[in-house]
């Protein structure tokens, strides 16, 4: 595998590790969240643009499915290769279940057939941390992928040690479907790397019921509790 290749594998794992995750800026729900009556199931396709240092432009690109069903339980299903000969015929690597009411993220691991449940509380406010100053500002409505959706840019201005250099400017541009509560489409960029951009958005959004046995453990696989 030479390094091109070994560079993109790394890429994609970080990406779907991130959505995965449910970190700040991916579309899925905060995991404390509670949204329950409003289910939905979703293509999340992120793109990533690098410019490299003989200025040629590179776009990668990977691909996750992500539910939430009427009891406000989200899943993410993350493949890190969309080959179905290379992904354990068609199956996700790994399966993200978040159960707000039991305060619960379940990792599962189809492959091996084992599932990690690890139990979390409501996170604790940080104090005397400068994280720099956010703005927030309104984009207006728009149209994305069909859908009628509510944009807000927002943007962070973080000094960069202490003053010492030029200040770190994040800028996410996010536009949130308002009857679903989930953001459709998400554009992120940062100063210090002024040639890469972010994009990951929703596509092939259906409303419909998820089944519910895709939020539960299933039974023959082995448990360890965290």
């Known amino acids: 595998m030479d390094q091109r290749e070994q560079a993109r594998k790394l890429w994609l794992w970080f990406w779907a590790l991130a959505v995965a995750a449910c970190s700040s800026q991916a579309l899925c729900q905060d995991p404390h969240d ?6 939905y199931t979703a ?17 990668r690109k990977n691909k996750v499915t992500q539910m939430r069903d009427s009891q ?6 993350v ?13 996700p690597d790994w399966v993200n279940l978040y159960i707000p009411l039991r305060r619960q993220f379940i990792q599962l691991f189809p492959g091996q057939k084992t599932a990690s449940v690890i139990a979390y509380s409501v996170p604790v406010p940080t104090h005397g941390q400068d994280l720099g100053k956010t703005t927030t500002e309104s984009l207006g409505g728009r149209l994305i992928n069909g859908v009628s959706a509510d944009g807000t840019r ?3 201005v973080t000094p960069f040690y202490g003053g010492r250099g030029p200040d770190i400017v994040s ?18 960029t940062t100063s210090t790397n002024p040639g890469e951009e972010t ?14 046995a895709l939020f539960e453990i299933p039974t023959d696989y082995k448990v360890v509790v965290k």
């Open 34 to 39: 509670y949204v329950p009556d409003l289910p």
């Open 43 to 59: 293509q999340v396709v992120g793109t990533a643009f690098e410019t490299l240092a003989d200025g040629t432009r590179v776009r």
């Open 72 to 77: 406000g339980r989200t899943r993410i299903e």
């Open 79 to 91: 493949f890190q290769d969309d080959d179905p000969k290379r992904n354990n015929g068609g199956k």
């Open 154 to 156: 927002i943007t962070l």
């Open 171 to 188: 800028v996410e541009e996010k536009w949130v479907l308002p009857d679903l509560k989930v953001t459709v489409l998400a554009k992120d």
């Open 199 to 212: 994009i990951t958005e929703i596509r092939e959004l259906d409303r419909s019921e998820p089944d519910a």
